[in-house]
């Protein structure tokens, strides 16, 4: 009778995960679909949050929502299962939470390629593809997000997409004359350059390591939570 007893509570958790997981998931690719659709095509605020990437604001606020139900979902745990196996869930959800947002994001850029200039969804897709491996060896989803982490929004005109996207005017003005300085002036220069170049990066790994902690805090909440219940 107490083995029956493990077994639902364990079909339970397991149940109620995968249940608290998908949930989180459909909330985070819904939220970017609106952002992209509607805050994103904005004129030049738009470029702005995008550049920002301010969809992926919710990737912590969803992963703190989703570490503190699976910490509470432990109380169907037997309290010897140790720490790895409670963090399968959360440590499954994570990445899929903050990457499959861009899939989406990319589906829309084709989407809107293919109205913008009159293309069928598979002539979209192979103007895109081409596009994105010239820009960065890459195609697909990897191009685009390898793309979008250095310039936000990418081009949507067939125009545009047939030529090099290359650095604005006022951008490549700043290298040039960050070129032609010395000393700290020059060093200064460098140091912006590289702040340029690894901007969309670095906000993606705030966001990825701020994700993850408020996802292990919330997760200890729920998991003290659920220790409180079983001592009762």
Known sequence: MNVKSHQSKLGLYCLLGTLACGLTIVCKLAIVWSVDSYLYSLPIVGGVLA???????????????????????TYYLPANVNLGVRL???GFALPLVLLLGHKV???????QVATQESLSI??????????????TSKSGIIGFYWYTAD???????????????????LQEQVLDLGKRQSGLLGLAFSFYNWLF???????????????????????????EWAGRQRRR
């Open 88 to 90: 399968l869930f959360l």
């Open 105 to 111: 994001r990319h589906r829309i850029w084709v989407q």
């Open 151 to 169: 310039r936000a929004t990418p081009p949507l005109r067939l125009s545009n997409l047939e030529t090099t996207n290359d650095i604005d005017s």
């Open 122 to 135: 598979s002539q979209s897709q192979q103007v895109t593809d081409t596009f994105l491996q010239r820009e």
């Open 197 to 223: 170049a690894s901007a969309g990066w670095g906000i993606r790994a705030i966001y990825a390591l701020l994700s993850g902690f408020m996802g292990l805090s919330y997760f200890f909440k729920g998991q």
């Open 51 to 73: 550049s920002l990437e301010v969809a992926e604001i919710s990737s912590p606020i969803l992963l703190a929502l989703l570490g503190l139900m699976l910490g509470a979902l």
